[in-house]
């Protein structure tokens, strides 16, 4: 079956511009993650979607970003004046609810330059 | 400051022979491990994971084995095949954070034909 999809692949932009990334989780996954992954460092959490339950906005480095997702669908990352520490790849998760941890799907990612 | 640390960020294996990855990790908190696995322009894919109850568990070729006492796991594909070659991630999480994955850096596994 389709797997988590997201768009644009690749994202060049001007320091000062808005970004707009987004996922399309699995069909049913009521879990959606969003992480970033800057040149030479680990996966770092975002924001993380349950339903309808309030979103986990711990990880969000600065009021410049903002994410939302509509129901179990769609979720679009935001980033607002875009700087040059905020080039990296931003990937996106999705799992089925339930206890399993290991259940999460990746997205191939987007890949953000900022100039 | 890392909490998930994998220092070596690059191995080379002969195809056969054993690939030993590994990760460090400081918080004791940690109860939940994962490795995944990333080929260039895709997401990682979930490959093993292991909880602190048990410090060895295996599926196929892939053995992933806990040291609770010195923070410790490691990664061990035996015998290795050049379809290995990725960017392994080792991953952590407390029973708080069900949702929440500390990851590591990667080590980039190259395994010689």
């Known amino acids: 079956g389709a797997g988590v999809s997201q768009s644009p692949s690749n994202k060049v932009t001007e320091k000062g511009k808005d970004v707009e990334l987004r996922c399309d989780p699995i069909?049913?996954?009521?879990?959606l993650y969003w992480y970033r992954q800057r040149l030479g460092q680990g996966l770092e959490f975002l924001i993380y979607f349950q339903g309808n339950s309030a979103p986990d906005k711990s990880g969000l480095p600065s009021d410049r970003f903002s994410a939302e997702r509509t129901g179990e669908s769609v979720s679009t990352l935001t980033i607002q004046r875009t700087q040059q520490e905020d080039s990296a790849v931003y990937l996106c998760?999705?799992?089925?609810?339930?206890?399993?941890?290991?259940?999460?799907?990746f997205g191939p990612g987007t890949r953000l330059l900022v100039l | 400051d890392q909490q998930v640390k994998q220092n070596s960020p690059s191995l080379s294996v002969q195809e056969g022979r054993i690939s030993i990855l590994n990760c460090d990790y400081t918080n004791s908190m940690f109860d939940y491990f994962l490795w995944y696995k990333k080929y260039p322009a895709e997401g990682p894919t979930f490959l093993i994971s292991?909880?602190?109850?048990?410090d060895k568990n295996e599926d196929g070729r892939f053995t992933v084995f806990l040291n609770k006492s010195a923070k410790h796991l490691s990664l061990h594909i035996v015998p290795s095949q050049p379809g290995d070659s990725a960017v392994y991630f080792c991953?952590?999480?407390?029973?708080?954070?069900?949702?929440?994955?500390?990851f590591g850096t990667g080590t980039r596994l190259k395994v010689l034909a």
């Open positions: 292991i909880s602190s109850i048990k």
């Open positions: 998760a999705s799992s089925p609810s339930g206890p399993r941890k290991e259940t999460q799907y």
């Open positions: 991953a952590a999480s407390d029973t708080s954070g069900t949702y929440k994955y500390i």
């Open positions: 069909s049913g996954h009521t879990a």
